[in-house]
């Protein structure tokens, strides 16, 4: 496989611009009735439209049998390979809340949890406290400081909330302290390096002094960390694929993944018509728009079928604006299948279309898992689809001579 | 992907035949008007036969989206990845003019320029000399001896010459004295490892006689060097695949590619009649043969339509001998696309055809870029030409038990 050192030595920028729509969990399965999946009961002419006058196929987004999480379905669709760039736990649990990161930094996922007299964990969640009184605990320890280490609290959801640890020389080598049962003591923070032991005490006196601070505060009364990540340091898509990248994503999550590689994230409404004036308004100060449909996933998750058609058909009555601005690229995929049938994430391929003046179009009339799996790019992994679409776009040179 | 080092250990020599007949350039795009390609244009009765008994797919040379050199193009189809194997540019043309190289020789791109008295570059093309004149002058250059290294000289075409550098420790590890842009004095060479010192010293005393040399041939009294590269010391198809493989190639650099792995190069004239009478009278003296037609590539970069359709008919024309032959495999495929309205390599995956007694022939009855999309061998990485060669000539062994 051609890896990202290769193609930045191929790619030069140009005036062409790229657009990757990403309808979150777009993939799907039959419907026990109708046997047809929800992309395929959906109707989609424009979606249609472009899978005609386009080229299609099936991409996997980490690889054959393997479901993936949001984070690697974004990133192999933004080139990066996700079986080498990683986003830990704590890291992505940070992006999820839009926390303002800064290279460096170290975050951790909390739990506010209830421990006894003896300091034995009773309960992991302590109680599913409200998410408004997680926001007040927060506060009480939130902008600690010990040797040079800010340390930042922000809640997340219910008991569950993100630490930040700033500073110069925090390593996040770090073990948990949540040792996942009830019935047993927090675990001190282990160093997996010596150069770590100096942010495994800082965690550690973090957790202290949090405890004295809740003491009074059952049933949160202690706190556990866990999945200790750094901010991910990855080449950037500017260096990579000589691109301005814009992220047009309503959720947290989305522009947080969007801005470790690199791209501007610009403000947005929460719907499609919306992300389409965003993309208008800013067509000419970027050449890559990556635009995010969350609710597709959503509908998926909660297994509501109709709901996930309805979605679609509403991401496909808005692309007429997109198509409008004639962009030279455009890619209409998904991070992963969610369908609703599972209620969940899933490892089938996703379908994937490419529309643009170069694209060599194929047979495929429908806009649909059966009718891509017969398109000209067959099955493909998903970090193929940058090359394919600077190719398209004319961004790269020819290999060799 | 399984590699040289595993093929060696399942291969093993038989009298079965194998022709690879690659129709440079052969992929293509729909004609605006007709939305058929080259391909699907040309009338090829005997190659759709061969379709519709064979296997068929398409195939990858590089990668998705990357357009290959015509080097790492015939590389892969060769079954030597082109990510690992790289012909260096100034090998490329030296092979590119049929320079009798040797194992060890070291060649680059030269130019004539023009500096003026302060020895800043005027033209890095010296006014784009007449190949007559680049002649004239190479014989000027040619045959200096320095350290025990001999620097042979010859002309390629206008301003541009190759200069091999022949004897024992010349190293390639050396920067270009070409800067690429006018206005600047010509660069020292200099060694990128210390044991390039000697090589960088009898480059830059080479250029520096050259210089006196030429001090009254204005425009062209000076050289730039680039591209310094060895010749590739790529191990051998008759090693690495138990074949005795002959190479049939009118145009220069593919013969020179295909001894770079060790194929015999035989005489042939320039039609493809006068590359399957080659192929008929050495028939029984090997099992390999590799058939070069380039004026498919020329149609295309020349953006002819037209004319790549005849190119490909009288390709057709002339199969029905190759057939007659009744070779165990026959291979018909590309090294790249190159579509007349591109006028230039592309991405775009290649066609392929595989026909022999064993194939498993798919439902294609058209050797065309749609029709081998639903070919059973779906698209593939070039790379993966040669094993499927060699199995269907029975030629493998199984791996493991």
Redesign the interface.
Same mark, same amino acid.
């Given at each position: 496989?051609?890896g990202l050192d290769?193609i930045r030595e191929?790619v030069s920028p140009t005036p062409s611009k790229i657009v990757l729509l990403v309808i979150d969990g777009l993939g799907g399965l039959p419907h026990p009735e109708t046997g047809r999946t929800e992309l395929e009961n959906a109707k989609t002419p424009n979606l249609d439209r472009l899978a005609r006058e386009g080229i299609c196929g099936m991409i996997d987004p980490v690889g054959s049998g393997i479901t993936s999480g949001s984070a690697p379905g974004h990133l192999a669709l933004f080139g990066y390979d996700p079986l080498t760039f990683i986003v830990g736990r704590g890291m992505l649990e940070a992006l999820g809340i839009d926390f303002e990161l800064k290279a460096g930094d170290v975050a951790a996922r909390g739990n506010f949890c209830t421990i006894d007299g003896s300091g034995l964990i009773t309960d992991r969640r302590a109680g599913r406290l409200s998410t408004q009184r997680c926001s007040e605990l927060c506060q009480l320890l939130d902008g600690m400081n010990m040797e040079g280490v800010a340390i930042l609290v922000s809640p997340v959801r219910e008991h569950r909330f993100v630490a930040v640890f700033r500073g110069e020389g925090f390593l996040s080598a770090l073990g948990d302290s949540d040792p996942q049962r009830e019935g047993l003591s927090p675990r001190d923070v282990i160093a997996h390096s010596p150069r770590a032991e100096k942010a495994a005490s800082i965690a550690n006196e973090f957790i202290a002094q949090s405890r004295a601070t809740l003491a009074d505060h059952y049933p949160a009364n202690m706190v556990l960390l866990r999945g200790f990540a750094h901010y991910p340091d990855f080449p950037k898509m500017s260096e990579v694929f000589s691109l301005k990248p814009a992220a047009i994503a309503p959720y947290p999550m989305y522009r947080g993944l969007a801005k470790v590689v690199g791209m501007e994230v610009l403000p947005t409404g929460a719907t499609v018509e919306e992300q389409l004036s965003a993309v208008a308004e800013h067509y000419n100060s970027y050449d890559f728009f990556f635009l995010h449909v969350k609710e597709t996933d959503i509908a998926g998750e909660d297994g509501d079928f109709a709901r996930k058609v309805m979605v679609i058909e509403e991401v496909d009555r808005a692309l007429p604006r997109l198509i409008d601005l004639d962009p030279d690229v455009i890619i209409v995929t998904a991070d992963h299948s969610t369908p609703a049938v599972l209620k969940g994430h899933s490892w089938h391929p996703v379908p994937f279309l490419l529309c643009s003046k /170069?694209c060599?179009?194929?047979?495929v009339v429908e806009f649909s898992e059966r009718d891509c799996v017969?398109? !000209? /790019?067959?099955? *493909?992994p998903a970090t193929?689809v940058?090359? @394919?679409? @600077?190719?398209?776009a004319l961004k /790269?040179?020819? *290999?060799? !001579?």
């Open positions: 496989m051609i290769q191929l /170069l060599r179009p194929d047979g017969s398109g !000209a /790019l067959g099955r *493909f193929d940058m090359p @394919l679409a @600077l190719a398209n /790269l040179k020819k *290999f060799g !001579a």
